[in-house]
């Protein structure tokens, strides 16, 4: 890997250019993220057999991510702050992604880093370097130092429990339109801006507030909830049991 390996944890956007000029982002695109939303899809359904239901329970790897976040911490308010994802980008890979506040939503996209400012790294693939960060918010949208120092310290832990199976996956920060450690999801749509612009090349907004037709559930997901299902309090053959029946309930999404 090159010289520039982002801590989980935030960094200075001088420090953050060296992503560019070291080749950091090169090595991630398209390697272990995707150059687009479907692709990545597509080689989670290669890699298990079949693509990931609405609730990815159909997928050992996101299940396994689940179990072990809930080993390492056996708290309920991590999977509150984290969202398994599929990892992939819209644009190129000469600059790194930031989300920043827009109005009342987020623009995400390409951005050049202001030397000065701190940018949180909020999306990760897991990696024997550690968790690789490809997506980072500026200072606009406000996150607590004390719950980042703590979410990437666990990131960090998961990193080592899960790197070696190379699953097509990665985590997220679930901070959008709500408090990092909230215990509610706000499901989102990112889209691109027709008249695209270098200050807003996508925004992000809460499903209720999309623009354009509805979206079946499931459609274009990249991202699945963090629960696992020991947080209901079960023992193995309780979670054994769950598991099986919802087996027979799960339609067949098997790659073509």
């Not at 070696?164 to 706000?186: E, H, M, T």
Request: hydrophobic share 40%; net charge negative; glycine share 6%.
């Amino acid at each position: 890997m090159p010289h520039f390996k982002p801590s989980a944890g935030p960094v200075s956007g001088r420090t953050l250019r060296g992503a560019v000029t070291d080749g950091y982002l090169q090595q991630l695109f398209p390697g272990l993220v995707a150059d687009d939303p479907t692709a990545a899809k597509v080689r989670i359904a290669q890699h298990f057999g079949c693509f990931p239901s609405a609730d990815g329970t159909n997928i050992e790897g996101i299940v396994a991510i689940r179990d072990k976040l809930f080993a390492l911490t056996e708290d309920t308010r991590y999977p509150h702050a984290l969202m398994i994802a599929a990892p992939h980008t819209h644009w190129s890979f000469d600059t790194p992604i930031v989300i920043r506040m827009s109005g009342d939503d987020y623009a995400i996209g390409p951005c050049s880093p202001r030397p000065t400012e701190r940018y949180v790294p909020v999306s990760f693939v897991f990696s024997a370097d550690g968790p690789l960060a490809f997506e980072w918010v500026d200072e606009s949208i406000p996150l607590d130092q004390d719950e980042i120092s703590d979410i990437c310290d666990v990131i960090r832990r998961l990193n080592v429990e899960v790197h070696a199976y190379n699953w097509p996956l990665g985590i997220s920060l679930n901070f959008r339109f709500k408090p990092l450690f909230a215990d509610r999801i706000v499901a989102t749509v990112e889209f691109p801006i027709d008249d695209y612009n270098d200050d807003v090349p996508a925004l992000i907004v809460p499903i209720e507030r999309y623009p354009g037709p509805p979206i079946p559930p499931g459609e274009a997901q990249v991202a699945w909830h963090a629960y696992s299902d020991f947080g209901y309090g079960l023992d193995d053959d309780g979670v054994r049991l769950l598991r099986e029946l919802r087996k027979c309930c799960q339609p067949v999404t098997s790659p073509t």
